[in-house]
């Protein structure tokens, strides 16, 4: 989830579904609950003279969101919403506690590990146990990092870079 200046990626628009205007989404936001009817959200590029969308109604199809917005009248509409992205002002984000970050605070982060620059942080893949860092090293190759606590010594957001101490192999 990238911010993008002052806004962060919430939603992806996947397919118009039906003749109403409906489409299908990808929710990619930590809190699915901010897709209620009423919300606004900021499209990636405008659609139909609209740089804003509000939402009319929302359920869930298949695994997948299935959104109304009230400015999209019908399919072809719809269909115009392919592939746009849906975003939020980074102010409807609430903080986390101390030492806790949302991805897309983590994404585009310098990875440093004893004062050499390794790469930066293009990824972060949800598990079960912990998230994995995804570090682009600078020669192009990729390396996984498991979020622990043993290995991710120190994340500053304001000064963009994360310390870490990589465990022999890695």
Not at 41 to 64: I, N, Q
Not at 76 to 100: M, Q, T, Y
Not at 101 to 129: K, P, S
């Given at each position: ?9 919430v939603?992806a ?16 936001s ?8 009423g ?8 659609v139909?003279g ?12 298949k695994?997948r969101?299935?959104l109304?917005?009230a400015?999209i ?6 269909e ?11 102010e ?5 506690p ?9 994404i ?15 990824d ?7 998230d ?5 090293r ?5 390396t ?17 870079c994360?310390?870490?101490?990589l465990?022999?192999?890695l």
């Amino acid at each position: 989830m990238n911010a993008n200046n002052d806004k962060i990626l919430v939603g992806a628009l996947i397919a118009p579904h039906g003749i109403a205007g409906c489409v299908t989404a990808d929710c990619l936001s930590d809190n699915p609950l901010r897709f209620h009817a009423g919300a606004v959200f900021f499209l990636d590029e405008p659609v139909l003279g609209h740089r804003t969308l509000s939402l009319k109604t929302a359920s869930t199809h298949k695994g997948r969101l299935l959104l109304k917005f009230a400015e999209i009248p019908d399919r072809n509409a719809a269909e115009l919403l392919r592939g746009r992205k849906l975003l939020v002002s980074l102010e409807e984000v609430p903080p986390l506690p101390e030492g806790e970050y949302y991805q897309f605070q983590i994404i585009g982060l310098n990875v440093l590990e004893n004062g050499q620059e390794l790469g930066q942080i293009i990824d972060v893949l949800d598990y079960t146990a912990n998230d994995i860092y995804v570090l682009q090293r600078k020669d192009g190759s990729q390396t996984l990092i498991p979020a622990l606590k043993s290995i991710v010594k120190k994340i500053d957001i304001q000064a963009g870079c994360m310390e870490v101490q990589l465990p022999p192999g890695l």
